[in-house]
């Protein structure tokens, strides 16, 4: 199974809420750990494959503001609050029932960047949808960084330190059939 991935960024754009500016919010999927090699025009991608995916900020102050990926999640259709999902990230974390997820950067800058092994739902579902929902933290208190080990406890509730929150979505890769030469 070999999957074509089309769009190959996603863009959203946000205000401030103070509305003293706006900034955007890029995901960007990669070949290669480095993150220095974007997927371009079609690609085919197969399951079980690593595939590594930016989630960048740009136009706030980098010294004080980094970008915090709260969960990402995938779903089969374009809603991100579609009841068919497998969840990637959950509290900043990789799912622990996935353990193809792994985080490379998360509440450190203004880049996040994570990788997972591409999959499929269903054989009869050819598209799956990548979201995530981040949340861009002040740094003044050095506590954006996300803490991911066993035995560690998350505490719920929202921080002071979040300046505001975005949702981003990506997709679909589509699921091609591939005859398998010799």
Known sequence: MDTELNPIQSIVHKTLPTGEGMYQVKMIPYEDAGFSHQYTGRVDIEVG???????????????QIATVIDSCWATP??????????????????????????????????TGRFSFKMFSFHENESKVFLHCSIHLCLLRNNNCAARCFPGYRHRSGRSVDIHDSASISMGPFIWTAKSRGV
């Open 77 to 110: 259709v374009n809603r991100d609050n579609y009841t068919v999902r497998w969840d990637l990230i959950t509290r900043k974390c990789p799912n622990p029932n996935d353990g193809t997820v792994k985080i490379f950067e998360n509440g450190v800058s203004t």
């Open 49 to 63: 494959q690593q595939i590594y995916i930016g989630v960048f900020v740009q136009g706030v102050d980098s010294r």
